[in-house]
């Protein structure tokens, strides 16, 4: 593993300026102590900093892997985003300074946002949807997929967002398996100058989905988007968003709701072909998001922040929407591509709106390092004074050209680990106390318990292992909706006779200071541009192709995106290899699940290698894929599957 070697003797460290560490939140370790003499206590004194509407007297109820915190206590997220901020002298603050792709721009103040919510909120009660219903949002990157959010949160019904670049068939599975009443989308979105048809889309996915009663449609630019044909309305089902806004109320009293109520479901790839719906719950997510917003970010009153990612991901709900908002800051929202119409589009939004604190992907940062320096360059970056990562390892040489580019030498760089499931940043530095090493997320935050483990649950103080967390925290998933046997299973059964131990399925090396440096999934979860694809589910995808016999599908080293996807397939009989029914596959894949899980390369085979019980061996494939050395070929049924495999895949490379 050549990644692991350059990570292992990457030594150079950066300590936080004195000049950052003098202005910084957090510059001693007393968070830390205070977290460890009573982690309980911790959580319950950073609960506090929200308001609640009846205060909450336990704590927390952990009976092993089925956590509550706060149970018992109310609140509501929307208050707790808007309503507290209105009262007092942010009332006029920017909330969300949102650019779209074309050019057109808008600036919500938390005003704004306190009356776009409750009306929404009156809209979504109109048409039936109560507490606990559940609301689908399919949305470009717009801010009403904030106030969509927020409505939801404010009458206590539970949000799914799907990212917008599924396909339709993904965005149906998911209203399916949350039985979604209402679905919020739009006509069109633009990504790199062009229209998303997500209106089209909708249609395509509510033909199966017979939950959803009524949808409710953006018009992404003030007439439309010039064509008739993005936006067929139903008579009776569909509805104009800025009509039904016109009539509706601006008051909408909040849901006191119990901490443990459901605030969203987030669907994110497992290792089976079926999404598992991640469940959060109301008063520790909160909780979670905020202190860490806080904390790792650094947050001032007068910071502009701004997280790249979309509402679709975990990343966009934590760090763009509720994080951020919770703690009354200004956030920029930016619908499109970074490199439309130009590859400075993102260093002219800095310049612009005067980014202070700027968090996007190692993926995107490696391609801003194969832009160049010159895009940048164009642009005054001095505002910006701290820089975060996340979504997949940093490569050190990537590490060192963001620090040195972007944050010109002075910006602490964040790189933080977590998940979908952690709701919250577990694993990042400090930025005014840690002494950062590039490539590394060092050490969990105050209040989180990470170690290494063994396959035998022994602890490993410094080499490699499996990452676990150790004690319960405010901001985990409670369940998979609808599945909680699928829960306990995936997360809480690596270790036998240990379900307080939750395994996040990374592995990571721990250095001689205790610093984690993540390595990445051990089990069949692809990590592709920092987002999350499970091998399986790419595997049936395939598989509905009439030409397919079998498919296995593996991850292989990319410059850019770190991963992307190798597929080896058999056909049935009658069906021949060409390379037009390998782009045919490539286009199946990304009309099934979306383009972001779109095959780069297609093998043909006349088998694929198993063992003798007829489990394919992925490892195998993924030497093939990226060119290594056959590892051990014992156990297989038939070891000449995979010597002419290799001949054959070396013979396409070339
Ligand atoms: C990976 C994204 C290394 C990891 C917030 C994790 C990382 C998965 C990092 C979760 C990081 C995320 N360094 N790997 N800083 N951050 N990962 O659910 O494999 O989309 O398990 O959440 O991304 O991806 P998810």
């Not at 206590?41 to 956590?67: I, K, N, Q």
């Not at 459901?262 to 905020?290: D, E, N, W």
């Not at 701290?386 to 590490?399: K, M, Q, R, S, Y």
């Not at 649950?457 to 405010?474: D, H, K, M, Q, S």
């Amino acid at each position: 593993m050549s990644d692991l070697d350059t990570l292992l003797t990457e030594n150079r460290s950066f300590p936080p300026s004195e000049h950052f560490r003098h202005q910084a939140l957090v510059r001693d370790d007393a968070l830390h102590r205070e977290a460890e003499r009573d982690y309980e206590a911790f959580w319950a004194r950073h609960a506090r900093e929200l308001e609640w509407m009846v205060p909450f007297t336990d704590t927390l109820d952990w009976t092993p892997p089925h956590a509550r915190w706060f149970h018992g206590g109310r609140l509501n997220v929307s208050v707790n985003c808007i309503d507290r901020w209105v009262r007092g002298p942010h009332r006029n603050k920017a909330a969300i300074v949102w650019e779209g792709e074309p050019g057109d721009s808008r600036v919500l103040t938390y005003w704004d946002l306190y009356r776009e919510v409750q009306k929404f909120a009156n809209v979504l009660k109109s048409l039936g949807v109560r507490r606990g219903d559940r609301v689908g949002i399919y949305l470009p990157l717009i801010p009403e997929a904030a106030i969509a959010m927020l409505a939801c949160a404010r009458i206590g019904a539970i949000h799914s967002v799907v990212f917008g670049g599924f396909s339709p068939e993904s965005l149906r599975d998911r209203m399916n398996d949350a039985e979604a009443k209402v679905l919020i989308t739009a006509d069109g979105g633009y990504r790199r100058g062009q229209v998303t048809a997500l209106k089209r889309n909708a249609d395509k996915a509510l033909e199966d989905a017979p939950t959803v009663k009524h949808v409710v449609v953006v018009q992404r630019r003030p007439g439309g988007m010039g064509d008739e044909s993005f936006a067929q309305m139903r008579e009776g089902r569909d509805h104009w968003w800025h009509r039904l806004m016109q009539s509706a109320k601006a008051e909408c009293p909040p849901e006191a709701m119990d901490a443990e109520d459901v605030l969203f479901i987030l669907y994110t790839s497992g290792t089976t072909g079926k999404p598992k719906g991640i469940v959060h719950t109301t008063g520790g997510y909160l909780t979670g998001v905020a202190a860490t917003t806080k904390y790792v970010f650094d947050l001032k009153d007068d910071d502009v922040f701004w997280c790249t990612a979309d509402v679709g991901w975990i990343t966009g709900h934590s760090y763009l929407v509720y994080g951020p908002l919770a703690n009354g800051t200004t956030c920029v929202m930016y619908e499109g591509a970074p490199d439309w119409p130009e590859r400075n589009r993102f260093w002219e939004i800095c310049e612009k709106y005067g980014v202070s604190v700027f968090y996007t992907a190692p993926t995107a940062i490696r391609a801003f390092m194969k832009w160049g320096e010159q895009h940048p360059a164009r642009h005054d970056l001095s505002r910006l004074r701290l820089l975060g990562t996340v979504g997949e390892p940093i490569n050190p040489e990537a590490w060192i050209w963001y620090h040195k580019v972007i944050g010109g030498l002075r910006c602490p760089i964040v790189d933080t680990w977590w998940q979908t499931e952690t709701g919250a940043i577990v694993i990042s530095p400090l930025p005014g106390l840690t002494s950062t090493k590039p490539g590394s997320a060092t050490q969990p935050l105050p209040g989180f318990f990470a170690t290494l483990l063994d396959s035998k649950a022994n602890e490993i103080g410094v080499g490699g292992g499996l990452l676990a967390l150790t004690r319960p925290w405010p901001s985990m998933l409670r369940t998979i909706w609808g599945d909680d046997d699928r829960y306990v299973q995936t997360y809480f059964t690596k270790w036998a006779d240990r379900p307080d131990l939750y395994f996040p399925g990374d592995g990571a090396k721990r250095d001689d200071d205790g610093f984690f440096w993540i390595m990445g999934r051990v089990d069949d979860v692809l990590n592709v541009a920092g987002h999350r694809i499970g091998t399986m589910e790419v595997e049936s995808a395939l598989v509905e192709h009439p030409a397919v016999a079998e498919a296995a599908v593996v991850g292989k080293s990319h410059e850019l995106k770190g991963q992307s996807i190798a597929a080896f397939v058999t056909l049935r009989d009658g069906y021949h290899q060409s390379p037009a029914l390998r782009d045919e596959l490539r286009e199946f894949v990304a009309e099934k699940i979306g383009a972001i899980a779109r095959p780069d390369d297609v093998l043909f085979s006349a088998d694929l290698p198993k063992t003798r019980s007829g489990k394919i061996m992925r490892r195998l494939l993924r030497d093939i894929a990226e060119g290594r050395t056959l590892g051990d070929t014992t156990t297989l049924a038939d070891p000449s599957v995979v010597a002419s495999l290799k001949d054959q895949y070396e013979a396409e490379e070339s």
